[in-house]
């Protein structure tokens, strides 16, 4: 049995004008959880919706993570007014031990209204991100009550640096697919797992769409024995994502990739935001999560893992579009670098495990 009804949005101006629509309409509640809450035109739009709808007496709560979202709570004052709740991931505390103590961060963007609509990908709320290339789902089913569960238990764990990890790890299936939740974990990478058992089982191609690669050495691992069973292996990656220290780091691994058959593809015009994964044109995971350490071990992320052909159609069509606007990675460029870059590559390369 198929889902209801499923869209998929790419560009940000669409996908906002669809969720400020489906909020306007809400009759029972709005739960919103993102990363990055921004404080310009975009977000102030939100604020006025979420706050708007609230005062009609619809359950509003809001999630936001203090790391990607910089605001003061004034910024959302209106919805708090009105009777919403918005509350902050574990705020930034000052301390000798500043970056291992709020490295933890909660990177899920998830939309949910009324037990009917989910949204789910990899866009923040953001005026700043207007022209980015995302990957977003508007999926109109029953399956929002479970993605209404997710949101409530993360809801709940907002100020919590420890607990019961096991309770919110748990696979939640339905119909063809599954909810991954994934929490900051240095040994029970969950999500990194599934992809490397994904990329084992693949039969004819993989495509990855990432802004951030920074694979582990198990997935590089995988990747390269999929290319050795003559599984084409695609990465498509923004020429210059929005972290230029990554873009550095990335260049490190991109030969030896090369070198071993993986495909690099650059999308070129603008950032590349979305993240999503596609084996065998049949199995998909859309989520929030990069394909990076800081990603699998250090945040909180969500992914819709299945083979619901519905998504898997739409997700081919998007990955085809974006491929048209790429270029290949340049090889002889590479072998060419300066000893200026490699120096940069080597001096920052301790850091991929937190990026």
Not at 7 to 27: G, M
Not at 126 to 146: G, K, Q, T
Not at 203 to 215: A, D, H, M, Q, R
Request: proline share 2%; aromatic share 14%.
């Amino acid at each position: 049995m198929e889902l209801s009804d499923v869209k998929l949005y790419d560009d940000n101006l669409e996908l906002y004008s669809s969720q400020l629509e489906d909020i306007k309409n809400a009759k029972e509640y709005v739960y919103l959880e993102v990363f990055r809450f921004n404080n310009d035109a975009m977000g102030q739009r939100f604020v006025m919706a979420l706050a708007s709808k609230a005062m009609q007496g619809v359950k509003v709560k809001v999630l936001v993570d203090a790391w990607g979202t910089k605001q003061e709570m004034d910024f959302f004052k209106p919805i708090i007014d009105a009777g919403g709740e918005v509350r902050v991931f574990q705020k930034l505390y000052f301390t000798l031990n500043f970056i291992s103590s709020n490295h933890r961060r909660n990177h899920r963007k998830l939309l949910v209204i009324d037990n009917l609509i989910t949204y789910i990908g990899s866009s923040n709320i953001s005026a700043y991100s207007l022209v980015w290339r995302e990957l977003n789902f508007r999926i109109e089913d029953r399956m929002a009550r479970l993605f209404k569960k997710v949101f409530l238990d993360n809801f709940a764990l907002y100020r919590k640096f420890d607990f019961e990890k096991m309770r919110f790890k748990r696979n939640i299936f339905y119909k063809k697919m599954m909810i991954m939740q994934e929490v900051p974990s240095r040994n029970r990478q969950r999500l990194r797992h599934k992809y490397e058992s994904l990329i084992n089982n693949a039969k004819k191609n993989i495509v990855i769409e990432t802004p951030y690669f920074l694979p582990s050495s198990r997935l590089r691992k995988a990747l390269i024995n999929a290319v050795q069973r003559g599984v084409d292996v695609v990465v498509v990656a923004p020429k210059h994502s929005d972290v230029q220290t990554v873009d550095i780091i990335r260049r490190h691994y991109l030969g030896m990739m090369h070198e071993h058959g993986v495909k690099i593809k650059f999308f070129n015009p603008a950032n590349l935001h979305a993240k999503c994964m596609l084996i065998d044109e049949e199995t998909f995971s859309v989520t929030s999560a990069n394909f990076d350490y800081r990603s699998f071990q250090h945040q909180h992320e969500i992914a819709l893992i299945g083979k619901e052909k519905k998504i898997s159609t739409l997700l081919k069509q998007h990955i085809d579009i974006t491929l048209n606007y790429c270029e290949d990675f340049d090889y002889n460029k590479w072998l060419e670098r300066t000893r200026f870059e490699k120096f940069w590559e080597w001096f920052f390369l301790p850091l991929r495990f937190m990026m």
